[in-house]
C-alpha cells in the first residue's frame, strides 16, 4: 500500500511516529453536560464517527476556516495515538498499545450538522471535510505515569479559556471506549482517537488566536485565517 500521501503524527520532540493515520475515530456526547449544551440526550452506549485520514491538519500550521457554510465550532478533545493494531482488545490490552497523548479540534459545521441532524443524515459533510481535523503534537508515554482516569485538557481563544475538562467527566473513561471501538474497528498503529468535547464549545473567527493544553505534557498554539 502507498502510505505516503497519509498524515503522519508526531510527538512533543518532533520525532514522526512510525505509522501514519489511516483514520480518526470520534466519541460524540462523551461529556453530560456538552450534551446538555446542545439540547441532546446523554447516551447509553458510546456514539461514534469516523473523522477520514484526508481531514487531518496540524494546529501549529494554522487554520483555514471553510467560506460559505455556517459556522465552524470548536470542540477541543484529548486525543490518544494508537501504537499497535488493536482488534477486540479488552481494556488492559488497549490501555498497553496507547503510544501518546494530545490535544485536537474535532472542527464541526455547526449549521450544517443542525440540518444533517433534522433529516436523520449522517453527519460527514459537517465533520469530516478537509481541514476539520487540526491536531497537536502528542506526549509519548514512555516513561511517563500517567492517570487515564484525570487528564486535563484546556483550550483558549484570545488568551480567554473556552473549554476545560478532565478525563474524569468523561461517561465512558478512554479504557472503556478504545476496547469497546475496537469490537467494532480494527484500530491501526498510527490511528487516532478523539475523546468527546466538554462544555464551552462555539464558534472560530478568522484572526483567532488559539491555544489547546493537555497536562503540562503539551501546549500548541494555532491560529483562525
Ligand atoms: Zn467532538
Not at 520525532?15 to 493515520?21: Q, R
Not at 450534551?35 to 458510546?46: I, K, T, Y
Not at 488566536?209 to 494555532?222: A, D, G, H, P, Y
Amino acid at each position: 500500500m502507498r502510505t505516503e500521501h497519509l498524515p503522519v503524527a508526531r510527538f512533543v520532540s518532533g520525532e514522526a511516529f512510525d505509522a501514519p493515520i489511516s483514520k480518526v475515530v470520534c466519541v460524540g456526547r462523551n461529556y453530560a453536560a456538552h450534551a446538555r449544551e446542545l439540547g441532546n440526550a446523554v447516551p447509553d452506549q458510546p456514539i461514534y464517527f469516523i473523522k477520514p485520514a484526508s481531514s487531518v491538519t496540524w494546529l501549529e500550521a494554522g487554520i483555514d476556516l471553510p467560506a460559505g457554510l455556517g459556522s465552524v465550532h470548536h470542540e477541543a478533545e484529548i486525543a490518544v495515538l494508537i501504537g499497535e493494531t488493536l482488534s477486540g482488545a479488552s481494556e488492559e490490552e488497549a490501555v498497553g498499545a496507547i503510544a501518546g497523548l494530545g490535544v485536537g479540534l474535532d472542527l464541526t459545521l455547526r449549521d450544517v450538522q443542525g440540518d444533517l441532524k433534522a433529516k436523520g443524515h449522517p453527519w460527514e459533510r459537517a465533520k469530516g471535510m478537509d481541514g476539520l481535523c487540526p491536531l497537536g503534537p502528542f506526549a509519548s508515554l514512555a516513561g511517563r505515569e500517567v492517570d487515564l482516569g484525570d487528564l486535563h485538557i484546556r483550550f483558549a481563544i484570545n488568551g480567554q479559556i473556552r473549554q476545560q475538562g478532565s478525563s474524569a467527566q468523561m461517561l465512558f473513561p478512554i479504557a472503556t471506549l478504545l476496547a469497546d471501538m475496537s469490537h467494532l474497528f480494527t484500530l491501526y498503529p498510527g490511528d487516532v482517537v478523539l475523546t468527546g468535547t466538554p462544555e464551552g464549545v462555539g464558534p472560530l473567527a478568522a484572526g483567532d488566536e488559539l491555544e489547546l493544553t493537555l497536562e503540562n505534557w503539551v501546549t500548541v498554539r494555532s491560529s483562525v485565517r
